[in-house]
């Protein structure tokens, strides 16, 4: 199994935000986690990378059968988990080009932070991988998505994700402010990384996204807890009614 949560309680200071959440991704597969807004998606995204801010009161995080709960952000990218951003923050002063050479440099195992490229195949690749999720190369020299458009920013968030070949990636509402060609190209990209081995647990709010690819197993949160777990016909259930009527259904029966 490539990631594993048992029974998660977490929050920020003292507001309780997962209640008790476990989910699994094995090797190579695809898995979504979908919910209405609020529910603890982006929270469960940032806990998985181990965002220094939230505090994790009870249960377990194994990557690759091993605890990862209290390593720091930096170990658990090392080992091979990516997040790719609901909202990719700017970073002034720095070119995207130069951030990645920094970040595939550290995957490599280099840790000095210097610029210096180890990789001969670097640049190509990266130029290669810019084409193929629909980036300007003008935009690899240019600050970190410093005034670039929603979709160019998750452009880039995805040019990572296939440059530095982690084990595990976390795409947190990749289909959010992308129109039909760029879901198509999150769909192309996601088969290319599940091919490569790579496990992915894509995070989405909407169900459009599984017309170009389908998941292995839809959860469903719901304030902090995982109501449903299942295939297709979950999607189909939240299309028909919303999520309230899937939460009602499966809340009150308990
Ligand atoms: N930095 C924060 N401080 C306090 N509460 C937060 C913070 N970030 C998120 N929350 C709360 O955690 C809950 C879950 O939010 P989030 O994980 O962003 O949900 P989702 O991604 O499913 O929309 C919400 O009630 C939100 O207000
Ligand atoms: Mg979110």
């Known amino acids: 199994m490539t990631l594993e949560i048992r029974d998660l309680h977490a929050g920020i200071d003292d507001k309780k935000i997962l209640n008790g959440v476990s ?9 979504s986690l979908m919910g209405p807004n609020g529910s603890g998606k982006t929270s469960l995204a940032y806990i998985i990378a181990g965002h220094p801010r939230y505090k994790i009161y009870n249960g377990r995080i ?30 002034s002063g720095l070119r995207l080009l130069n951030f990645m050479l920094a970040s595939y440099n550290k995957r490599l195992g280099h840790r000095s932070n210097l610029l210096f490229v180890h990789d001969a195949g670097f640049l190509q690749r990266t130029r290669e ?35 530095l070949k982690p084990k595990l990636v976390i795409l947190d509402e990749p289909d959010s402010g992308l129109d039909a060609d760029g879901l198509e190209m999150i769909g192309r990209l996601i088969r290319k990384l599940i091919d490569e081995g790579t496990s992915v647990l894509l995070i989405t709010h909407y169900t459009r996204i599984y017309r170009y690819v389908e998941p292995s197993r839809i959860y469903v949160m719901h304030e902090g807890r995982i109501v449903a777990e299942g ?16 939460v009602d259904m499966v809340v009150n029966n308990d």
């Open 62 to 91: 194994l990557f690759e059968g091993e605890d990862i709960t209290d390593l720091s952000p930096d170990e658990r990218s090392l080992r091979g988990i990516f997040l790719a951003f609901q909202n990719p923050p700017e970073i």
């Open 23 to 31: 989910l699994s991704v094995g090797r190579a597969e695809l898995v």
């Open 129 to 163: 991988y810019a084409g193929l999720v629909g980036l300007g190369q003008e935009l690899l020299y240019r600050e970190v998505n410093v005034g670039f458009s929603g979709g160019e920013r998750k452009r880039a968030e995805f040019l990572q994700a296939l440059l």
């Open 231 to 246: 295939g297709l016909e979950i999607a189909r259930a939240i299309d028909e009614g919303g999520y309230r009527k899937l």
